[in-house]
């Protein structure tokens, strides 16, 4: 955003100077002409600026947890609805198999948790404060894919997912963006 | 206190944890300070090094239980909880490990809790694996901290134990001198150590116990699993390996960090719809005929949640619209079933989609019959000579007013059309981008509000139309489609009816005959008399039975794991009831059909006692009021589904829907809706369709009135 916010700035700037340059070739009397048709192409500018900032929020798709294993954090694999017009399902699917087996990863109980359990009962907890516990070290690449995902395959389908830890690993929020391209705004 | 109103220091909530926490530090520090010197010069230098290391132990893990998140959800976002609001039930069932579990809505943090938590109402906070709150360390025992809370017990237990030994090691050996400083602060200690050795040494048994049996305190107290199954038990050494060595579970409660921006610009990559198979569900009365292509079956599940989408009000208006139009048109005959601004891609679309291998049959029929209709329909060839595949867009429109515009499409191309020209006064425009606009955001929301039963409502008038041009697609090669909405609930089997009835001239194309089956040949000598409508249905109404009996199967399946569109299913489900077949849009109804005749109606009442046993169980309205109305209208639908099957077969023999019979279809089903406003634009509808069947009466009808809407 300011990044567009600067280049609309940038855009006023470089009209008004235009302008007041014709101005002085062409003398004051075409001022208000060349203002005109300089502000024309502003607003024309700004209008596709416009619409290169992002697009309006059409609605959000919730893929839900499935509880059937137990309380394992785990997404249902169903593919929402709306989505079918934007997304295949096989990326869908491939996703959420993905973030399941992060989560399984990072659910694990093995050797590293229970060093981890030792070393923090031994050190009273203080290694809290210095370390990463297994599980957010597994968030972060959680985070990391996600982000990935996003621009690689969501962003260009104008759908944009949400981490789950941002809504206490209950849902995946999709968010899906309004095409206007085509005009029957989906 | 409301958590609007911020939170107030109260001192009395921390009494127990100082309490607590002084008796703690304060008895140990007398210890060491009085006893252990002795103990160190007499017994051993490790004493105090020993009752030092279990001290801080002890400590350490009060802290963490004290201060340690113990898994607070986050309130949800308005977003979500978009859909759930009043309509949506009190509780959804979720199975695990084969055992139903329920899952009640946190009305403060606006979700559905996730098994196994619970709303504290202390810290005002759905906690996960809630335990429970305790006092005296001022804070919820969840997920997070239950292992820190669990060790501090052992930890406070074995600490105790220490301390009341080598204070009576002290004791008896200063027996002489116990009047003395050391002995009299030696023996204080030991009796708050005394004192507080039964609670907690209870407690830490009990916490042993639950640890062993995988429960929390909360589930035990409440007898959740009292002579059930645990479904969260993983064997008693699981259950301690995973209580003692399962990692640190993150902090749900995040401070906001800056997320990576991500762009997002139009123009969107779509997927390759041709390659697609395009699945659409389409219910008819009852009927849910699924069109599955090979390829893509998983769309099943998509087309499932679709069906649960409700019409939106908007499409009501247009309906109404529609229809005030086509019944000042009433009494003229046309046969010209062009639908006037609709595109021929788009009924395409709209009826080639679901067609399935087990609704050919009545496809055919209907298609034959549609040829024998004395003037055929003009527009129909070119129907059949438009693309098979077409973009998604190209269709909305339709599929979005779905319940609406098919109908506004029957009415347009029903019979009467002199209104042919009313009808195409409507602008095409509109009813094609915008309604498709307006509608499709809302719906997608109001998705899982499965109110189901108001789009079946506004399915079942709709448009004898659509089903002609159905019909007359049929002849082309069906090819999957896929339509967000469901619009289609308007089953073709409808369509097929509606064209019958085009074909009879019946002059409210609203409300098709459902019951009457699809026989679109017996229909073209458009004989008004309800007599032929009967003599129709019974092979076809066979037929319509098995292929509902047949989804309603794979629903069933499809139903176990789903957890909230279930849920709204059968909820509209049950009120659907009240309206009588229509509703197909609840799948796990029973066979809805247009139970006409004879084997129907015991079906269907039997299908609908099932649908009130599963669907009773989760449903109950979120607000308290309305709770009771859960009940009623679990038993709302018997009666009404019996008043259905007496209108039936009043319907047959009389060519009037009596508006009595509204009263007792709506009713039931009304009661728990009064406060959901949602609803009222349905209903408004039905009792439109309701008011044109019995316009109907006055003019030569083709079948009974019997279309429930």
Known sequence: MWFLTKQFAVRRYFTHCLSALIDLVCGTKRWRTSEFVLASLVFVQTHSLQDLQQPAVSSKVYVQRDYSSGTICKFQTKFPSELESRLDKQQFDETIQTLNNLYAEAEKLGGKSYLEGCLACVTAYTIFLCMETHYEKVLKKIARYIKDQNEKIYAPRGLLLTDPIERGLRVVEVTIFEDRSIGSGR | ?709
């Open chain 2, 1 to 709: 206190m409301p958590n609007s109103a911020g939170k107030r220091f109260k001192p009395t909530k921390y009494i127990p944890v100082s309490t607590a926490a002084t008796l703690l530090v304060g008895s140990t520090t007398l210890f060491f300070v009085f006893t252990c010197p002795w103990l160190t010069k007499v017994i051993s230098p490790a004493v105090p090094l020993y009752n030092g290391l279990v001290f801080l132990f002890v400590l350490a893990n009060f802290s963490m239980a004290t201060f340690m998140d113990p898994g607070i959800y986050p309130r949800a976002d308005e977003d979500e909880d978009k859909d759930d609001d009043f309509r949506a039930p009190l509780y959804k069932n979720v199975e695990i490990k084969g055992i139903q579990v329920r899952m009640k809505w946190c009305a403060t943090c606006h979700f559905y809790r996730p098994p196994r938590c619970s709303h504290c109402s202390v810290c005002d906070n759905c906690v996960e694996d809630f335990d429970h709150h305790c006092p005296w360390v001022n804070n919820c025992i969840g997920r997070r901290n239950y292992r820190y809370f669990f060790l501090f017990l052992l930890s406070l237990s074995v600490h105790m134990v220490g301390v009341f030994s080598f204070g009576l090691i002290f004791v008896l050996h200063h027996k002489e001198k116990l009047g003395g400083l050391h002995t009299i602060v030696t023996l204080v200690v030991m009796g708050i150590a005394g004192l507080f050795f039964i609670p907690v040494m209870g407690l830490t048994g009990f916490h042993m116990v639950l640890v062993a049996r995988g429960r929390t305190t909360n589930e035990q107290v409440t007898g959740k699993f009292r002579g059930g199954v645990n479904p969260f038990t993983k064997g008693c050494c699981g259950n301690v390996e995973y209580v003692l060595c399962s990692p640190l579970a993150p902090r749900y409660v995040l401070d906001p960090r800056t997320k990576p921006h991500i762009k997002i610009q139009a123009p969107f990559i779509r997927p390759d719809l041709s390659d697609k198979q395009i699945t659409i569900k389409v219910s008819d009365n009852g009927i849910h005929s699924t069109i599955i292509n090979s390829k893509s079956k998983g769309s099943i599940d998509g087309l499932d949640s679709k069906e649960s989408q409700p019409p939106l009000p908007p499409k009501a208006e247009r309906y109404n619209q529609l229809k005030s139009q086509l019944t000042s048109s009433e009494g003229e005959n046309c046969s010209h079933l062009t639908p006037p601004h609709f595109t021929p891609d788009r009924h395409h679309h709209q009826f080639i989609s679901a067609f399935a291998p087990e609704n050919s049959a009545i496809l055919e029929e209907g298609v034959r019959g549609h040829d024998y209709r004395s003037e055929p329909n003009l527009d129909l060839p070119e129907y059949a000579n438009a693309p098979l595949h077409r973009t998604f867009q190209s269709s909305p429109h339709q599929l979005d007013s779905d319940p609406v515009n098919s109908r506004s499409l029957s009415l347009k191309q029903g019979p009467r059309r002199p209104g042919k020209g009313q009808l195409q006064a409507l602008p095409p425009q509109t009813v094609a981008s915008t309604p498709y606009k307006g509608v499709f955001s809302p719906n997608t929301h109001s998705n899982r509000n499965g109110s189901l039963s108001y789009d079946s409502l506004l399915n079942p008038s709709i448009s004898p139309a659509s089903a002609n041009e159905c019909i007359a697609h049929r002849g082309v090669p069906s090819m999957g489609f896929h339509s967000p909405y469901l619009p289609t609930k308007m089953c073709h089997i409808r369509e097929t009816e509606v064209h019958r009835q085009q074909i009879a001239q019946t002059y409210s194309p609203v409300m098709p005959p459902r019951g009457v089956g699809r026989q679109s040949p017996h229909f073209r000598d458009r004989e008004p008399s309800p007599v032929r409508y009967d003599n129709l249905s019974q092979t076809i109404m066979a037929s319509i039975q098995e292929r509902k009996e047949m989804e309603e199967r794979e629903k069933r399946q499809m139903l176990h794991g789903r957890s909230h569109t279930h849920i709204y299913a059968q909820d509209s489900g049950m009120f659907d009831g009240g309206y009588g077949l229509p509703n197909n849009a609840c799948f796990s109804d029973g066979p809805r059909g247009p139970g006409s005749r004879g084997p129907t109606p015991p079906a269907y009442g039997g299908s609908r006692d099932n649908l009130i046993g599963v669907g009773l169980v989760s449903y109950g309205q979120r607000t308290p009021v309305l709770r009771h109305a859960g009940s009623t209208l679990g038993r709302a639908p018997r009666t009404s589904s019996t008043s259905l099957h007496t209108d039936h077969s009043s319907t047959n023999s009389s060519q009037s829907r009596a508006p009595g019979h509204e009263g007792p279809y709506r009713s039931p089903a009304h009661q728990p809706h009064s406060p959901a406003v949602a609803r009222s634009p349905s209903y408004s509808h039905q009792k439109l369709s309701y008011i044109s069947a019995h316009e109907r009466t006055d003019s030569p009808r083709l079948g009974g009135p019997r279309y429930e809407s």
